[in-house]
């Protein structure tokens, strides 16, 4: 006997997250999942180990002071909040709520793999438009739009390119989007980003129906393992992801840590000094190199190599191993030409860039 799947479901290739180990003894310099280089903040570490007696409690199901916290910071209103384990979860229930069966979910080419896979999950359609240069393209959005197009995904800054829209950019988009087609920014990296016309979702969402922005707290405030993101949505958004959402969906811990995060201002510029300095440093030391690394605004760089097989990216990757450094294979993103460098901790980012000299060197002498 077997049991019948839904179509479609047996099409998604399942999400492959980053490396994290290697075989063989000796510690790993992990640079392929984007994880915050200095870790989580202190006090949100001291905030989780609070709660350790009181975990046969459930958490608060509306996660309403953590909602509170994320308006303060942001100056949004906290009902028009909802939290999520991830910001991979709000992004997974705004397809089941507003996509189904014979619409379309339109993304950027090079865009994140949960997009296709939501909509896959729900018997939607993925429809990806063409970028130019590795950067999400307005127009090619625009021109792929159809009357079954319901959902309409932009990372800004967009992973694995670390490229950006620019604000008059996005405004274009939603101005050209029908009124029944959902915007969805997903501005998972927008704490590293200081540019003048640079827009992350906020102001939008407050002067549109069909605008949701999403965040994480898996990047700069280091608490990935905890499954934290959330969603600023118009409020008949947030109700209706409110009647969809897990009762329980964020444990009290990660709600705790979460508010600590925000209120540890100092912890969070330091993370954003980090990546200021580092990810211009190890960008000049790849074109350094001959390598080509892409324009970045997140906390990676995206790694261009040459189609000579001594220098490629799979012959990059092998030499990384050797030296205990896990980069991010982008194949599946269709780069395969590529790999994906997390902006890491100081001495993974000097030893990465030492071992693609040596990599780059050694080639030249075979």
Request: glycine letters at 8%; hydrophobic letters at 45%.
């Amino acid at each position: 006997m077997s049991l019948n799947v839904r179509p479609g479901i047996l099409d998604i290739a399942a999400y492959v997250p980053g490396d994290h180990s290697l075989p063989g003894e000796g510690p790993v310099h992990r640079m392929a999942s984007n994880e915050g280089a200095l870790g989580a903040s202190p006090k949100a570490i001291e905030a989780y180990r609070a709660l350790a007696a009181e975990l046969h409690r459930y958490p608060d199901g509306a996660s309403k002071e953590l909602r509170n916290a994320i308006g303060r910071a942001y100056g949004l209103d906290p009902e028009q909040v909802v939290c999520g384990a991830g910001s991979d979860d709000v992004l997974q229930l705004l397809v089941r709520a507003y996509a189904g069966p014979g619409d379309e979910v339109l993304y950027s080419r090079h865009g994140f793999l949960v997009y296709p896979i939501a909509a896959k999950s729900v018997g939607a359609t993925p429809v990806a438009a063409r970028e130019t240069d590795l950067r999400t393209d307005v127009d090619a959005l625009l021109q792929a739009v159809t009357p079954r197009t319901r959902i309409c995904f932009v990372a800004n800054p967009n992973n694995p390119t670390g490229s950006y829209v620019t604000k008059a950019e996005l405004e274009r988009l939603r101005a050209g989007l029908p009124d029944d087609v959902l915007l969805v920014i997903d501005a998972a990296y927008a704490e590293y980003v200081d540019l003048p016309d640079y827009e992350s979702g906020l102001d939008m969402v407050r002067g549109a129906g069909n605008v949701v922005m999403t965040r994480t707290f898996s990047k700069i405030f280091g608490l990935a393992s905890l499954r934290l993101g959330w969603a600023f949505c118009p409020p008949a958004v947030a109700d209706v992801l409110n009647r969809i959402r897990g009762p329980f969906n964020v444990p009290a811990p990660a709600q705790a840590a979460g508010i600590a995060a925000l209120a540890d201002r100092a912890h969070l510029d330091r993370a954003r000094a980090h990546n200021d300095h580092w990810l211009p440093w190890f960008a000049q030391r790849m074109r350094a190199l001959g390598l080509h690394p892409y324009p970045s605004v997140a906390n990676f760089v995206l790694v261009k190599f040459p189609s000579d097989p001594k220098l490629g990216a799979e012959a990059a990757l092998k030499f990384l191993h050797s030296r205990r450094i896990l980069p991010r294979r982008v194949a599946a993103y269709g780069l395969p030409d590529c790999l994906r460098v997390t902006i890491a901790e100081e001495s993974a980012v000097k030893a990465c860039a030492d071992a693609l000299e040596a990599f780059v060197k050694g080639a030249a002498t075979q």
